[in-house]
T-cell receptor, first 114, second 117 residues
Framework: NAGVTQTPKFRVLKTGQSMTLLCAQD?????MYWYRQDPGMGLRLIHY???????AKGEVPDGYNVSRLKKQNFLLGLESAAPSQTSVYFC?????????????FGDGTRLSIL | AQKVTQVQTEISVVEKEDVTLDCVYE???????LFWYKQPPSGELVFLIR??????QNEISGRYSWNFQKSTSSFNFTITASQVVDSAVYFC??????????????FGKGMKLTVNP
């Protein structure tokens, strides 16, 4: 079982460039989440989706956009990358909410903005 | 607002020592869920346990045990007879239900455990 797959695993960007991170899950989960992990900050929620075609802002949404056109995919976009967005990005999914089952995480995407 | 505090940022022990990781939370909800995740040096996040607010029974799984106390808003994690493979960053997390009814997690900042041989 693939579970939650994040693409790419590593990326280096220059300031101002744009890119899209892809998260794909094969568990038919309704909920999907994007987090960023920074040293000493834990995981902070960027955006999340409670179903196909829906998105909502998390704790740190500025500078990011997301789309959930298909249930199995959740895309995170950086329109104009900034050095402050250097981080490790994790995608997660769950069947419904966390009250029903824990979130399943991808292996992360390490993104550096120069 | 939901908040999770992991006071310890880093702990170093010698193999076979017992170690307790503290987690204190604040919540506005009467029903909520608490979690522990492990992040080994390889970087992936591994789910360890989920506990709902109605179940205050302690739980033991092998060398791992969890102590949930609503009276002190704590959900502490103890590793007995630690091993080098336990070296990781451990995160405590709390459920957060939005006004719309959707659910997400609020994470603590993590605690790095190093177990030395």
């Amino acid at each position: 079982n693939a579970g939650v797959t994040q693409t790419p695993k590593f990326r280096v960007l220059k300031t101002g460039q744009s890119m899209t991170l892809l998260c794909a899950q094969d568990m038919n989960h309704e909920y999907m989440y994007w987090y960023r992990q920074d040293p000493g900050m834990g995981l902070r929620l960027i955006h999340y989706s409670v179903g196909e075609g829906t998105t909502a802002k998390g704790e740190v949404p500025d500078g990011y956009n997301v789309s959930r056109l298909k249930k199995q995919n959740f895309l995170l976009g950086l329109e104009s990358a900034a050095p402050s967005q250097t981080s490790v990005y994790f995608c997660a999914s769950s069947w419904v909410g966390v009250s029903n089952q824990p979130q399943h995480f991808g292996d992360g995407t390490r993104l550096s903005i120069l | 607002a939901q908040k999770v505090t992991q006071v310890q940022t880093e702990i170093s022990v010698v193999e076979k020592e017992d170690v307790t990781l503290d987690c204190v939370y604040e919540t506005r909800d009467t029903t909520y869920y608490l979690f522990w995740y492990k992040q080994p040096p390889s970087g992936e996040l591994v789910f360890l346990i989920r506990r709902n607010s109605f179940d205050e029974q302690n739980e033991i799984s092998g060398r791992y045990s969890w102590n949930f106390q609503k009276s002190t808003s704590s959900f502490n994690f103890t590793i007995t007879a630690s091993q080098v493979v336990d070296s990781a960053v451990y995160f405590c997390a709390l459920s957060d239900r939005t006004q719309g009814g959707s659910e997400k997690l609020v994470f603590g900042k993590g605690m790095k455990l190093t177990v030395n041989p």
